[in-house]
């Protein structure tokens, strides 16, 4: 046993005002088969404590106070069968042990030891068969997400133990009853069924049935000023508790949010054979939610302003709002029905999520382009992370729980999927179908693995899945391909294509991709089985000599594909839009690789694309692209030369584009670039008359961007615009977003300078998602001289952003801070912090390098001038 600690325990009780400790001294001998005693919950831990308990249990009571710096006072029971009783039994709780009052085992009040995140039990307190243990504490705040008039717990991966009490592992699943005495005036949701309210004087308390048995992660509840709306679509009650309260968002919004659950929750009980199987299916939309959404049992989880839009809203966040809603229905088969046994497999829940989500959209939205969709989706963000050099496996080791929260990114959620169809495809839909089906019949309501599960793949497919698995799921990174030609007498002799990894290895990622043989009048699209390190293209040969040849034209492939370069002149005609994305994607991956295209060719090719692409979400693809490599690619001096003809050509296309979709994103591109007196004049006068562009519709949000996209410009600072747009918000959650935000875009550096310092405290760091944008605009590059002196106090930050933030928060930290630099001075920064740090966790090293890749690439290109 590693790292064996010494446990004592004293022989009487000391009472003192009610709470019992005892210390250790060297004397005493210690104890023989005991658990190290260490912070988090350790593997060794985990294993033990799965092998000795079950049949466990949860009743909880709280009392919220109506003042936000009131404690929550509380009490809980649990209840659980132990096999034996050999050791003591550690019981987690990360806070302070004085938020800890009485605790009592099996009707006996016993000492309080509490110690590096744990209470220790004694064994001698503990039986063989049912044990009970009481204790009344002060609830833990970190993960209680409390506002003035309104809470709710985020307790993914292992937070439920800042809380309360608790076995906190996914594998110890337990049902929950709630009672919660709140504000009189708050309603309550909770993954149990209400089962009765009681008002008594300024307070109403909600008692809830036993919730289904679930992980420790997935228990919860909000609370607070919210209205309820319940309806009943496809045979199910469901209620959605909101605050919102712009009614052209709800008249426009609430229609599709109940149908797209049906849809999802329908197509889940198809496709798994299973139907739902929990005991309600409610859910909540909260203001700046620190994630997209989180699949808590019978009450999920939203970030409100991914649910409701408006009139204004483009084809995208309409797929991105079914596609979320569909991925947290997913989970409710994947991830919370079959759960990961550890959270090393915590991928598992995602991509399948994922992956369901992506073939719900199709039923929910079926005017999307599903192959488009998932292209776009997927692949920009995996790569953002694989081509780096903080570049992470799919599925990773975990010792304990508390790094758990660094194992989520990109690679799980985007990568991921990627890697899932292509095993679809390599076993077929109707096998890997079954499969999936098994899984979740053989292990719900339970626990399981990776290997539990391509155990039950592999006997369906003569592939071998293991070897298959080693690269794409065990290993990080991928493959770049190059080819080989051969012509003569004006046909194709013979065409070879090879792989090897972008690190330079011999490795092998087998998959199946398209590539498209171009000609004048007509194409030919042959499939290709990269099995091999190299491979011949047998179908090719005696083919004529195409115009030029696509690449990955069905967007399945995965890694850096070659460039025909006979290809870009035609790039803007090729018929189907997801060759075009691919192509499009493929092009800026050789541009970071210095492959084929520099910056600055890739910024002419677009601009003339701008009016012709007219797939919307392909352009959204194009304008993005289209700013990252305008300020992250190209210098400050070129940008100033650039802006003015690109503010003009963004313009002119979106006088000529004829969709309003395609007509906003042009606007949104056209603002995100203006650099000149006359672009910024121009949104000026948009901004205070509040008169979008013919044919563009502009909402409350999208002011609210534009006001700060002035504000960060410096633009006539006298005029207040921050203050003015501020007046115009009715929403309150809203009107405190935009004056959070307002000190991190101030003229004065001085008050910039001391919202940066406001931040090294926890308390100001806790609505995630407002310090993420704060710090986006803190460090823009128009602020880049001013702010750069942030960056190592920044890093500093890091491990405490680690134990305080939640799971996306340290990487959106490192993100939001870095990515806009180009400077030596700051590569440097970067490089010096890693330096001075060798036994840096190894997971926070890899976000690092993660966040750091654009900064270091363009400093590469800054100082070959290839971006000028």
């Known amino acids: 046993m590693k790292n064996k600690t010494t446990l004592c325990f004293g022989m009487g009780l000391l009472l003192l005002s009610s709470v019992v400790t005892f210390s250790c001294s060297s004397r005493m001998t210690p104890l023989a088969d005991s658990l190290a005693v260490e912070p988090g919950v350790s593997r060794e831990l985990a294993d033990h404590r799965k092998k000795v308990i079950s049949r466990l249990s949860y009743d909880l009571t709280l009392n919220i106070p109506a003042e936000k710096e009131e404690p929550v ?15 003591p039994l550690q019981l987690d709780f990360k806070e302070a042990t004085d938020h800890l009052q009485q605790l009592t085992v099996n009707g006996k009040q016993v000492p309080l030891m509490h110690r590096e995140e744990h209470i220790i039990i004694p064994q001698q307190h503990l039986n063989a068969g049912p044990n009970e243990v009481r204790t009344q504490f002060i609830a833990g705040d970190l993960s209680l997400n409390r506002n003035p008039d309104y809470l709710y717990t985020l307790l993914v991966p292992d937070r439920a133990r800042t809380v309360f009490p608790v076995f906190d592992q ?9 009672t919660l005495t709140v504000p009189k005036g708050w309603r309550a949701l909770a993954n149990g069924p209400l089962q009765d309210s009681l008002t008594t004087g300024s307070t109403v308390t909600y008692r809830f049935g036993p919730s289904d048995t679930i992980s420790t992660y997935l228990f919860s509840f909000a609370a607070g000023r919210f209205d309820k ?11 959605f508790y909101h605050r919102e309260t712009d009614t052209t968002k709800l008249a426009l919004s609430l229609d599709p ?14 496709y798994s054979q299973i139907p739902y199987p929990f005991q309600k299916f409610d859910f909540i939309a909260i203001p700046d939610f620190q994630y997209g959404g989180m699949e808590h049992v019978g009450a999920i989880d939203y970030k409100a302003a991914s649910l409701f839009l408006d009139e204004g809203a483009t084809q995208d966040q309409k797929i991105a709002r079914s596609n979320l809603i569909a991925h947290e229905t997913a989970h409710m088969w994947f991830g919370d029905l079959v759960t990961m046994q550890w959270f090393d497999d915590v991928w598992m829940k995602e991509v399948f999520a994922n992956f369901m989500a992506d073939k719900i959209t199709q ?15 997927h692949f920009p963000a995996a790569y953002g992370v694989d081509r780096t050099a903080g570049a992470n496996p799919i599925r990773q080791s975990l010792e304990n ?36 089906q098994q899984y979740l019949k053989t292990y719900a309501h339970g626990n399981a693995t990776w290997p539990d599960l391509i155990e039950i793949l592999d006997a369906r497919t003569p592939a071998d899945l293991q070897a298959w698995n080693q690269v794409w799921v065990n290993e990080p990174g991928r493959p770049v391909f190059d080819y080989e030609l051969e012509a003569a007498d004006g046909k194709m002799k013979k065409l070879v294509l090879k792989q090897q990894g972008e690190d330079g290895s011999a490795r092998l990622w087998p998959q199946f991709f398209e590539l498209t043989l171009v000609y004048p009048d007509h194409q030919q699209e042959l499939t290709v089985n990269m099995n091999q390190a190299s491979v011949e293209v047998h179908a090719a040969a005696g083919e004529r000599l195409p115009a030029y040849i696509l690449f990955n034209t069905s967007g399945q492939g995965y890694g850096v594909f070659p460039v ?16 075009r994305a691919s192509a499009y994607i493929n092009l800026y991956e050789n541009m970071l690789n210095a492959r084929t295209v520099k910056p600055r060719q890739m910024l002419d090719l677009y601009r003339k694309g ?5 797939e919307e979400l392909n352009l959204r693809l194009l304008t993005s692209q289209l700013g990252d490599i305008f300020w992250k690619y190209t210098t400050p001096a070129s940008r100033t030369a650039l802006a003015p003809v690109m503010e003009a050509e963004l313009w002119h296309a979106m006088q000529q584009q004829t969709a309003p979709n395609a007509k906003k994103l042009l606007f949104k591109a056209y603002q995100n670039i203006a650099l000149s007196k006359a672009a910024q004049d121009r949104l000026y006068t948009i901004w205070q008359q509040q008169e979008a562009p013919a044919g563009v519709k502009l909402t409350e949000d999208d002011y609210t961007a534009l006001a700060l996209a002035l504000a960060v410009r410096d633009y006539k600072p006298e005029s207040n615009i921050l203050q003015r747009q501020l007046a115009r918000i009715p929403n309150p959650d809203r009107k405190k977003r935009l004056q959070f935000l307002m000190p991190a875009l101030s003229p004065k550096v001085q008050e910039r300078d001391a919202f940066f310092a406001s931040l090294k405290s926890e308390q100001n760091r806790e609505k995630e998602a407002w310090v993420n944008t704060a710090l986006a605009y803190l460090h823009h590059p128009l602020r880049a001289g001013t702010s750069e002196k942030y960056l190592k106090e920044s890093l500093d930050l890091l491990e405490e952003i680690q134990l305080t933030g939640d799971i996306f928060f340290p990487y959106s930290w490192l993100q939001a801070t870095l990515g806009s630099y180009q400077t030596t001075t700051a590569a440097d920064t970067v490089r010096t912090f890693l330096r001075e740090h060798p036994v840096y966790n190894p997971k926070l090293r890899a976000k690092v390098l993660q966040a750091a890749d654009d900064l270091f690439r363009a400093e590469k290109i800054r100082s070959s001038r290839a971006g000028s």
């Open 401 to 436: 729980l508390q790094d758990a929260g660094s194992l989520y990114g990109s690679i799980i959620y985007h990568k991921a999927p990627v890697v899932m169809r292509q095993l679809e495809r390599l076993m077929g839909e109707a096998a890997f179908r079954e499969g999936l």
């Open 73 to 87: 006072l509380a009490s809980e029971a649990i209840s659980f069968h132990l096999r034996e009783n050999s050791m």
């Open 229 to 239: 709306v319940t309806r009943e679509v496809g045979g199910r009650e469901m209620r």
């Open 257 to 270: 949010i109940f149908q797209i659950h049906a849809d999802a929750l329908a197509f889940m009980n198809t």
């Open 610 to 614: 701008l009016a012709q692409e007219k």
């Open 170 to 178: 996914p594998d110890l699943k337990a049902a929950f009853r709630l």
């Open 363 to 377: 039923v929910s939205l079926p005017d999307s382009n599903y192959d488009l969709k998932f292209l776009l989706d």
């Open 564 to 579: 025909d370069e006979r290809m870009l002149p035609a790039l803007f005609k090729v018929k189907d839009p997801v060759a």
